[in-house]
């Protein structure tokens, strides 16, 4: 019962771990503005022209499941004035067009997975969303997909399957192609660089509405770069064209890996494994990631620990995960497996929706790195940097302690631990190979994101709030900015945008920084996109 128990609440971190962006909590009680005369008159125009079907205001028969539909329950209160739901990119340039003109403050709504209030939701302003927008098509002659970007994940799996191919996308079903103009994470990351690295052409609807076709070769080669690690920040895209993997047929068990589970015993342990693994692991076929986590229910610390992890080949080399097979366990689904149970491993993605969600970020360097920078002596500890977070982490827990099952909780009560609180936290840690960062540079154009060429871990710090409380306790905001000042990163190295916080300044950490900037005051001169829609700081 224990081990059930015990996985049960693995499968639910892990479904958090994977599929979040960047939050700004919003405030309990949240009274929403009313939609400005501006946003009015747009929605209004559009539904003359477009029909209230793809323009729908809160009487329409999907505004309210699209509006409140989101993962983060900071999203999902979000009210616009209407959602657009576009069925191609002449009705995205329309209604692009229209935000434009009567200058509306907007979103744009993908998967809906994204943490950071504001980033694919809005009050009262157009929300655009996607829904409509969900094909997929392969050319086998040119070896490169097609999606429009509606669609999730999940959802290429079954119709790329007979042709043995895979896109590099998020590690869970649900998840939407928004995650791509964030870099993206990918069980195939090590060897085929970010999930946008893959990218090969994309059709942009610029702020004013003009539609271009941006490659690593054309005049939007600028563009083309910036969209990979840029957000949402440069315009909004209708088409990808992307390079797949060959990943085998459903019958191919080519990939070996699972999650291992551990008690809090193994905490020391697991982190010196996780330490090793980015000193001394370069295999373009290997991709990890290992998660220590408390459960912060009935004013109790539950810890528990994983590590899920596949390797594109049936026999890894045993120094490789050696040191998390060897350590004692809970639990374990390593095996043999085919990239389509991979990727539907660990659930849906869903579970969890509608609670509160908080991320932050750093980047931990290598040994080797560390010492290219001066920061490591020959006698330093390599391990120090990792117990100091962790330790970190756990005094985070103990101060924001609570009660959020109690009666009350999430109505009233806030600052009051007996009625409030966190319902767990999490720190993970996932590997960044040399390999990675050369498949990125490799491939067309390379990204904006531009690491160093070494290894390193990114690091997240997750909460999630306990259902039906919309805001957050001071003392939680407090002592989460406290632990997010001690997770200093590595200077150099960046942060990975579907991992931050909202306040911290993700673009400026990127190797290619300044060629952003340069970018994006090429294609919005008048900054429409930063007055009118919420996204990334530092442009």
Known sequence: MLQLQLLKLHVLVIQLLLFGSILAPLASGQRHPPASNSAARACSDLQRQLGTTIIQTSSGAEYRNIS??????????AQ??????????????AVQKSIFRYGVRYAVQAG??????GWSSVDGGILISFSYMKSI???SARDLVTLQPGIRWGETLDPLEPFGIAIMGGRLPDVGTGLLLGGGLSYLSAGHGFSVDALVEADVVLVNGDLVTATATNRYSDLFKALKGGANRFGIVTRYVLKPVHVGRRADKAFYGGTIFYDNSTSEALLKATANFINNVNDPKASIFTVLSISLTNNTIFPINF???FYHGTSPPPAIYG??????????????????EAMNLVGTGREGSGQGQMFGASAFGSVD???????????SDPYARYFKAYGDFVKYGEKVLGNPSAP???????????????????LAFTSVQKSQVLAGRTSGGGNIIDPPLTNYNLVQFHTQMPPGQDGVPNRVRDARKELLNKLTPSPGLPLYIGECDKSQNVFSTYGGYNQLKRTYNKYDPTRFNIRYTDGPLGL
């Open 68 to 77: 409140s539909g989101a993962w983060n329950r900071h999203n999902a209160l």
């Open 80 to 93: 616009p004035a209407c959602i657009a739901l576009p069925t191609s990119a002449a009705d995205v340039q």
């Open 112 to 117: 809906g997975h994204s943490a950071g209030a």
């Open 137 to 139: 098509s392969y050319d």
């Open 307 to 309: 590590a899920t992890f």
């Open 323 to 340: 040191e998390f097979l060897a350590l004692p366990n809970l639990g374990s689904s390593v095996g043999l497996y085919s990239y389509v």
């Open 369 to 379: 790195y560390e010492t290219q920078l001066g920061r490591s002596g020959s006698g």
């Open 408 to 426: 009350g909780a999430g109505s009233g009560g806030i600052d009051d631990p007996a009625k409030d609180g966190v319902e767990f936290s999490l």
